[in-house]
């Protein structure tokens, strides 16, 4: 959309907003440097940045009050569950919105005026039209203009090329659980650091997130990155057949299990249920 915007087939916006988590992969930050570079400085629209803090470290800070990701909890009594996830609002939703309050000249806590409000463009493809969702604040409205377009994922991968930003990274962070094998083979295959980053991640969740524990609210359970519910450094991640799968976890979907959780994690756009229809942990990750 920032490129739409750029070369006039949309028209001209005020401000790129990137929300960021802190634990993004090297790639994407470096593509978001290009594209503010090539992009979005030659058509005079500023990228801001904003965020509420450093993902991975606040999980592993037990002074710091954490929101939780969606971690594969594996039960004492061998049952399997979820963390609830309330990383997109803390670390996506709440920074931008706290941006959009700043621009309009309206900083919480002060109130916004009825009839004051920003238009916020979020990039739902046809193919997806199901993620279209309002802001839920009177003061910012949202407009999807890939589905005015009517441009479906491919139509945004052909129009990227043409650009030559083929290889435009997917945003998310680089541990989350919604990554699909795919994902996580790109990480050990392509980035040797990031997975040791990754594989020390998941090993020091094991047994819950540092503040919880440093609060008498420990995990009662192993979390995990990886859906199977193993350490990610020996997880199923390859030429794992739907034979397989299937045998082993009937509720599974083959096509999840390869490519990710397919709607993923953007503000405004989540989907609304837990990937597996599985018991959901409040306690874990809720320290207050
Ligand atoms: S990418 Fe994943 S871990 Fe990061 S904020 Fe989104 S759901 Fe949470």
Redesign the pocket.
Known sequence: MLCLAADGTLPKIDYAVFAD?G?EPKAVYQHLDRLEKEIAEPAGIPILRVSSGN?RNDALDPSHRFAS??LYILNRDGKHGMTR?Q??GE??IKPIKKKIRELLGYPHPMRVPKGVFVEQWVGISVDEFHRAKDSGVQYMRNLHPLLDLGWSRSDCVRYLTRLGLADTPKS??L????HGNAQWRAIRDSSPDEWADVVAFDAAIRAGNARANATGNPLLGQAFLHRSRVPLSEAPIDHVTAAEWAALQPELDADELESGVVD??SPWSCRGEQPEPAAVHDEFGLAA
């Not at 541990?175 to 919604?178: E, K, N, P, V």
């Open positions: 988590t634990w993902i990701m969606p996830r990383c997109t670390y996506k998310s962070c541990g989350c659980t919604y993923g994690c």
